[in-house]
């Protein structure tokens, strides 16, 4: 891909890796507090948010990858059944309807998704405690 830099510290999945399950969790960066998130399929696109409920702060997902209603229309915190969107990360309908996941700035360099260059990820980290 010429003309582009992939910081690998950075990538998280292919987009072929979204197909199974529509999403897809990853961990980046080390030590105590990763930054830990999900990526999800929007149409074309793709949306990155901090995998941090926030009703009670739990992950969203208790099986690995599972971050969708069965429709895959919607993001679903799998604790209580908050419903959000995908595209915006607010929730619909739930014990935090109103509020928002905390989203993570994606980048796409051809298939590759990856964390963008301008994100922070010490602020992300921070919000996923
Ligand atoms: S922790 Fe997500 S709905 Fe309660």
Known sequence: MPGHEI????VICRLADLEEYGARAFTVGGGAWPLR????????EVRGYVNRCPH???PLDLRPHRFLTPDRAMIVCSSHGALFEKDAGRCLAGPCAGERLQAVPLQL??????????????????AAR
């Not at 910081?7 to 950075?10: K, P």
């Open 56 to 58: 009670a702060g739990h």
């Open 37 to 44: 998130g999900f990526v999800v399929r929007y149409g074309n």
């Open 7 to 10: 910081d690998l510290e950075r």
């Open 109 to 126: 360099i051809g298939d590759v998704v990856l964390i963008a260059a301008s994100a922070d990820l010490a602020a992300l980290s921070a």
